[in-house]
C-alpha cells in the first residue's frame, strides 16, 4: 500500500500552504465554532440584506452559510483556487436551501469582477495562504465599492495564522486603512477600508 499521497496530503493540511481540499472535514469539526462561530464572523461584516459580498477561499463553506442566509436580497460571490472546494460550499449552500450564490474557481490574486461591485469582501483562515499580497489587496481595492470593507479574520491552530499586527502592517503598507479589531489575539477579525486618493 502507498501511503505517500495521504501522507503528502496530511502534511500540507497541517503545515504552511493552500490547505487540501480532501481535508475539509478539519475545517468542519463541529468544535471549531468554539474558536470562532459562523455567527461570530456574519456579525463582524456590514451586512444589508441586499448587500453583495464576495468570500476569497470559502473552503467548505463553513461560513458562507450563515453570511448568505444574511443578505437574502443580495448575492455571495463564493471564490476559490481550488474547484473541488467550490463543489462542496455549493452543495452545503443548496443543503441549507440557499441559491443566492455564485461559484468562481480563481486565485485570489487576480479577481475576475468588475471595479467596486462588492459592500464587502471576507477571508477566513486564508490570508495567510496567499502568496501575492500585494497583487491580492490591490485587486481587492479594486473591487470593493468606495465605502466597502475588507474584512479579514485569522485564528488558531490554523498553521498559517498570521498576527493582526502583521496583517495590519500589510494592510497599511498596501493602500488599506484599518477600521477596527474584533476578538482577541489568536482568534481575531480585522476590518479595513481602502485609502482612497493615494
Ligand atoms: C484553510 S482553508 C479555509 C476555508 C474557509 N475559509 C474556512 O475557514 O473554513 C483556505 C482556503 O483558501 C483557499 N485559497 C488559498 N489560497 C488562495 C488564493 N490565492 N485564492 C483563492 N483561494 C485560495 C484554499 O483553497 C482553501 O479553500
Known sequence: ??????LDTWARAFGRGVFPHQM????DLPGRGLIMSP????GRLPLRPDAQVLEVGPGSGYYSVEVARRIPQGRLALLDIQPEMLAKC???LRAAGLENFA??????????FDDASFDAIFLVTVFGEIAEREAFLREAARVLKPDGVLSITEHHPDPDFESAQAVATGLQAHGFEPLQQLGWRWAYTLNA???RGG
Do not use: S
Open 1 to 6: 500500500m502507498n501511503l505517500k499521497k495521504p
Open 24 to 27: 475539509t472535514w478539519v475545517l
Open 39 to 42: 455567527r461570530t464572523v456574519a
Open 90 to 92: 455549493a452543495e452545503k
Open 103 to 112: 461559484t468562481y474557481p480563481a486565485d485570489g490574486q487576480a479577481l475576475p
Open 193 to 195: 477600508v481602502p485609502r
